[in-house]
């Protein structure tokens, strides 16, 4: 089992960015996909990216196509979400998760952190 722990929300004016970071504990985190999803007032959990073991497939939501970017370090355990060109509507509450792969797109989530808040400001 992996253990997820994230940091690096707050708030930041519209323009700007901040990188999240999502800490794993377990010998096993370079066996799972990583993900980052997102959860506003009133809305449902979204997946925005996650990766591939293979590194061979990053997908990304229409959303945040060329503002956000994942990235991971197996040697930190540590997968990293920063994010770009923020604006109003990116205010939620982050998440990142571990898993499988079904499709692009798909993410087969066994475990979640809990959470870190981005607000937005306009």
């Known amino acids: 089992q992996v253990q997820l722990v994230e940091s690096g929300g707050g708030l930041v004016q519209a323009g700007g960015s901040l990188r999240l970071s999502c800490a794993a504990s377990g010998r096993t985190f370079s066996s799972y996909a990583m993900g980052w999803f997102r959860q506003a007032p009133g809305k449902d959990r979204e997946l925005l990216t996650h990766d591939s073991l293979s590194g061979r497939i990053t997908y990304y939501a229409d959303s945040v196509k060329g503002r956000f970017t994942i990235s991971r370090d197996n040697t930190k355990n540590t997968v990293y979400l920063q994010m770009n060109s923020l604006i109003p509507d990116d205010t939620a509450v982050y998440y990142c998760?571990?898993?499988?792969?079904?499709?692009?797109?798909?993410?087969?989530?066994?475990?979640w952190g809990q959470g870190t808040q981005v607000t937005v400001s306009s």
């Open positions: 998760a571990y898993g499988h792969i079904i499709n692009p797109g798909d993410l087969h989530t066994l475990g």
